[in-house]
């Protein structure tokens, strides 16, 4: 059964299946809510409350857009006041293990060194990229969206989709240059 017959199925009263949503989804939205909370216990509180919510708002759900899509919406909505409430510590970086494709090539054991080398760099300096620029690396990489559900979620312009991504990648790269070249002048100690 798909997600629209599953939902209209709920609607129709057969509410005890909301419990196949929560079983199909619950593992996407905890991977894309970790992304930026640590505390596992926070995680816990807003997983529940996209759940919630989407539970009590099933019947505003427009039919016409993926319900995938609509569920990542109140996740991001979720996640964005809960870390608007909390201390920046609350902030997780991404695990670039899947970022780092466009960032390297090859397989020898000086790319491996590498990758590990941009990865902690990422890691580092991953929060000053803004967060519609983070968001956006969340949702396309870690997530695996189309541009479609990413501008639904984010409620964007699938163009501007594209942009952000594109603006993020290069500045990620241009602080990976950057840290190499002054690893190579000596500027900074083993970084």
Known sequence: ??????????????KD???????????????????FIWDRDDLDD???????????????????????????????NEAINFLKKSK?????FIDIDTFMPFLSSGDGADDKTLIRENRELIDKHLNSLESKYREVIVL????DLDYNEISEILKIPKSTVGV???????????????NKRLATDGTIGGA
């Open 88 to 92: 920046p510590k609350d902030i997780s």
């Open 46 to 76: 807003v997983i529940q409350n996209v759940f919630t919510k989407s539970y009590v708002y099933l019947n505003t759900y427009d039919d016409k857009q993926s319900f995938n899509s609509w569920l990542y919406r109140i996740a991001h």
């Open 140 to 143: 396309y990489f870690y997530e």
């Open 1 to 14: 059964m798909n997600d629209q017959e599953l939902v209209n199925l709920i609607r129709s009263g057969n």
């Open 17 to 35: 299946l909301f419990s196949e949503v929560v079983l199909r989804y619950e593992p996407k939205i905890s991977r894309y809510i970790k992304k």
């Open 164 to 178: 952000r991504l594109g603006r993020a990648k290069q500045k990620l790269k241009t602080i990976l240059e950057e």
